[in-house]
């Protein structure tokens, strides 16, 4: 069975970091697009960051563009989001999304709590 695991969440003050992790398994991890969504209490799941199969290349989203960094380890088949100068409004649940063709998996998210 396909398996998508995040960690890395937690509680950080206001201008810290964290760095997220996205282990996959039981699929040939190289061959996918990786994502980042999150989704904030009451607000619907919007997308953060991509990295293509091949060559590296991203997208970020413009709300954390400077601020946060997607990248992979193709051979430790890990996808994992840099997130630097952290504000309260990147408050929510973090998702890691796997996707090739009409292929589709989501991991169960966790917590990133930016307070003070």
């Known amino acids: 069975q396909v398996q998508v695991a995040e960690s890395g969440g937690g509680l950080v003050q206001p201008g810290g970091s964290l760095r997220l992790s996205c282990a996959a398994s039981r699929f040939t991890f190289s061959r996918y697009f990786m994502h980042w969504y999150r989704q904030a209490p009451g607000k619907e799941r919007e997308f953060v960051a991509l990295?293509?199969?091949?060559?590296?290349?991203?997208s970020i989203a413009d709300s954390v563009k400077g601020r946060f960094t997607i990248f992979r380890d193709n051979a430790k088949n890990t996808v994992y989001l840099q997130m630097n100068s952290l504000k309260p409004e990147d408050t929510a649940v973090y998702y890691c999304?796997?996707?090739?063709?009409?292929?589709?998996?989501w991991g169960q998210g966790t917590q990133v709590t930016v307070s003070s």
């Open positions: 999304n796997a996707r090739r063709g009409v292929e589709n998996y």
């Open positions: 990295i293509m199969n091949i060559g590296g290349m991203t």
